[in-house]
């Protein structure tokens, strides 16, 4: 069924624009890497594959696959990962159990499963910065075995524990020990509800008593509830709750970060006048407790609002360096879009196991053939191929994407740790965001539809649970969903986009940003008249030529949404009004 | 990701096509359902709604509901269903229990249910064949409370009754009133671990031993298990299986069904030379117990295959009417297509309830506004409206679709009971094979894309399991790959398409059938002329402008698959090479 919206599906375009530009492909550092491994080798990181029902297809590769693995991840990070899963693969807390688990004992297996991960120490402390893209790796593996589990490991570790680190200040930083050993257990409790997207409508109160210096962390009703919060039903201590600052006389600050403590860390019995349980089964991830939370009139200390973008006096004063109300609420959850960028990655992990696990299967699953004695590996059907290796390459260049795209980030939180405020550093925050609120879509979408695609191309046997691709799309189907909805989202990159235009037209402002993604577009509307001008199917296999069809269609769909913007607006319709009416239109999703 | 087949694409457009045509939007019959039903009425059939959130929205509705329901459904059918509803609302049996059944107690369940459901008798046998929609009804109105239950009744009375019914003869017909009073619980026992598509390639055997007049069936070895057979794994008594028949003498005569008793209808333990077991968890309809079986020498009386298209004498001579083996193979495999037509109506349930929770859930959930107080219905953003009320009409449009294409299957059945030998019998039966092998991909894979666009149009919400979207999507997923792989039907529709071009080119035959949904390829290749004419949106709104645009496209990726497969036979390739090489194109899925 044809649907889509020119405004979004630009955005997408566009990120699919940046897989195929010359920057995104930035060749990773593995010097040395390229050294051949024969066969024979008994590289215990890469050792050879076992003969078996495989064999006949993988002997036919045409290059050797240990130099590929070691060229897209490079020695180290195979030895990390390599680490990583031995240690999983030995240790029987996780072997994966005959059956199936109750909602309870998988959540408490998870529990256990996450607390020995903190045990095995893979990743330090001080490599959290030294080497990021290992913080990258521990979470994906750790999803390539559960992705319970790893969502349980991250949301303590980095949403729970970075919003402590970037949102808190030097007061805070107490909790930090505690969160690495696990004394006090995390969540990020944001959403309400009644409300996701629109966080800024978040109900939830903090009023401040200067009598005695305490904030009352308040939920007015059940709408207001804290809902959907991983880690939340069962096992949190603790939580990075938002709600809306008063301070005495009823001024509002807006929403601002506190931490507020759940349950007792010994009995976990929650905390006098906290309501709080679990939201019950889902689609999947059913290994994380997601839950919900009502407070009623909770007093926490001054202290723990997390301060970085705004205070409290004793006396009751708000004092804050941010300008206005915008920009506080910006700052605040400035911490989001690191989430986005991890989706990508986790979203093409999910798209790399379910295409190995069809392909491996369609190289051995035999079906027809040229006579009724002699069947094919269906691996051998143009129809199959047709249906999954689109997808195979597509993990390759997404993983590629979502590696580059996280390297930005790490080097975005290097410099606002640093304290830079220099107006590079504000323009690569921007880009970096709309890169974010596009690529996460694109690369959660396509292992949503990757995944389906595997599952239907192994026919019944890969409707059958032991085969994982149910749980690969259970589990993959959120990252459509949080951290922002895919086209809720796609609407903020196509906010930078028409921006973009917006800026050079009423300012002549030029266009171009800090990782180049959005060059191209000083070329609009010129761009608009070159014409393909290919003639042969040779023309298009150089990368030139389907990116610069990329350009093309990334300038003709912004001409014609901000063209659908300017005459709404002309036609009386306010922002909002103008906004939603150009979101649809004859174009596609990718 | 674009993907997809000339031929495929073809067959799938050509399904798109009929529902646009007149033909298939016969108004059912409903003389006096037109009466105006006032709001106030206390029909208790369409009793009005009760007031609650939803209200608003349905006051602004441009229609009386009730008419709609009426003219949709007829009385007497609304009448039906409503008698069925109310039987499972008031039966504690069929309460849904809090929490989540271990698979053993949900399948033990939905064996209980099964048997209470023969008890209600809420269509006498009689029924099947004087109200044949009901029939499609009842399974309908089970499978809106729950597939695994509504599978597991139908496979037993429809797809082991009827292939013992229309494949056998009058010495089969004691086997019926037991399938009535489930004395015994049947199976159908096709697919084999290693066969599920090539039907022809199934490899247990049949051997007949004229000393005891018995049939021995045998499973050589473990790929040639039956395999995913619904109601095997904890709970059939007896199954119709399909075994190459051997006579003495060693002759193969193909693929014959073969009653075989699996286990004691006591004791449920296995009969002797069986081994019977449940596949396991499945991404869906685990209520259904889904088995496989071997068989070990297991000895049948002779009377037990099912002889409506071949026999054996007590002497073990082999006996048919049948000319030719693929004659022989298709006859016996002909009540497969009864099972697409109703995967059809099935998915289209499934995207009829997935629509409605999204709908409902859209018309009361509010997200941001005009201003910060004012919050506005999602279902009132027009990228709401675009991301689900397509699927809103595509529920209309398939629904009567399956319910027309059904009515044509009775004609046709009733034809083959009466041993109609006719070339217009023959003609049918092709013509309705072709259209349920494109029907049932189109209805599966719109359902299947738009249960995922209502998860996600619901967010986070969306993915709780309480909420059905979850459950709904897992239990669809079926329809695309059982009774057919839909990638694979396409091509039996596309090979009636292109059969259609050769036999005009070849033997100047008038392109036409019985049901008329091909007659206008008789205006092929000339139809590639007309060209679009509208200027303005109004031009579209008529439906013959989609109607003509569909008749240009088949004929497009008809011209085009023909001439694709014509090239690969002059380049030499054989038959199944020219055919796969041509399955795959530039072009879509729908």
Not at 61 to 85: C, H, Q, T, V, Y
Request: charged fraction near 20%.
């Amino acid at each position: 069924m044809s649907r889509g919206r020119a405004v979004n599906a630009c955005c997408v375009r566009w990120a699919v624009r940046g897989l195929a530009s010359r920057r995104a492909w930035r060749i990773p550092k593995v010097a040395g890497a390229m050294a051949p491994l024969g066969e024979g080798s008994d590289d215990p990181v890469l050792p050879d594959l076992p003969r078996g029902p495989l064999h006949a297809a993988r002997a036919r590769a045409s290059f050797p696959w240990k130099e590929l693995a070691l060229f897209w991840e490079g020695p180290d990070m195979l030895r990390f990962k390599k680490n990583i899963f031995s240690a999983l693969e030995n240790d029987p807390l996780f072997a994966h159990p005959p059956g199936s688990l109750s909602l309870e004992k998988y959540r408490e297996l998870t529990f256990l499963r996450c607390k020995r991960v903190f045990e095995y120490d893979f990743l330090r402390v001080e490599d959290l910065l030294g080497s990021p893209l290992r913080v990258l790796a521990l979470i994906q593996c750790l999803g390539m075995y559960d992705w319970s589990l790893a969502t349980k490991f991250f949301l303590h570790t980095l949403t729970f524990g970075s919003a402590i680190y970037s949102s808190g200040s030097e007061r805070h930083f107490k909790y930090l020990p505690k969160i690495f050993t696990m004394e006090i257990f995390g969540c990020f409790a944001l959403t309400e509800v009644s409300h996701g997207s629109n966080t800024k409508a978040m109900r939830t109160t903090a009023h401040y008593d200067p009598t005695t210096e305490e904030l009352i962390i308040h939920s007015p009703d059940f709408e207001a509830a804290k809902f959907w919060v991983g880690n939340l039903g069962k096992t949190a201590t603790h939580a990075v709750v938002f709600a809306q600052l008063y301070t005495p006389g009823g001024q509002c600050h807006g929403l601002h970060p506190f931490v507020v403590q759940i349950r007792d860390p010994k009995t976990l019995l929650p905390m006098p006048g906290v309501m709080v349980g679990d939201i019950g089964r889902k689609l999947g991830q059913n290994g994380l407790d997601n839950g919900f939370a009502m407070f009623h009139k909770v007093r926490i200390p001054r202290q723990d609002l997390l301060n970085r973008s705004g205070d409290i006096t004793p006396e009751g004063t708000y004092v804050t360096h941010v300008k206005d109300a915008r920009q506080h609420f910006s700052e605040s959850l400035g911490s989001l879009s690191s989430g986005r960028v991890a989706i990508a990655g986790m979203s093409v992990v999910n798209l790399k196991l379910a295409v190995s696990i069809a392909l491996r299967f369609s190289a051995t699953r035999r079906q027809f053939g040229p006579t009724d004695e002699e069947e094919v590996p269906v691996l051998e059907y143009p129809m199959q191929q047709w249906r999954l290796l689109p997808y195979l390459a597509a993990a390759y260049a997404l993983d590629h994407f979502s590696k580059s795209l996280f390297l930005d980030l790490v080097e975005l939180q290097q410099g606002l740790l640093g304290k830079d405020r220099s107006a590079r550093q504000a323009e690569l925050g921007r880009e970096i965001h709309a890169l974010a609120s596009a690529g996460k879509p694109l690369a959660s979408w396509t292992a949503q539809r990757g995944i389906q695609e595997c599952r239907e191309a192994c026919g019944g046997h890969g409707y059958l649970a032991m085969n994982r691709l149910g749980d690969l799309r259970d589990d993959n189907d959120p990252n459509c969903t949080y951290e922002g909805d895919n086209s809720v989202l796609l609407q903020q990159t196509s906010n930078y986009l028409l921006g973009l235009l917006v800026r050079r037209d009423q300012g002549g402002a030029r266009i171009e940003s800090p990782l180049k993604t959005v060059d191209f577009l000083e070329a609009y509307p010129n761009l608009l008249g070159h014409r393909f001008e290919g003639s042969s199917p040779e023309d298009c296999l150089d990368s030139s030529v389907p990116l610069a069809a990329y350009e093309w269609l990334v300038c003709y769909l912004l001409r014609e949404s901000y063209q659908k913007l300017n005459q709404e607006k002309q036609s009386g319709s306010n922002d909002f009004e103008a906004r939603n009416n150009c979101q649809t239109s004859r174009l596609v999703k990718p």
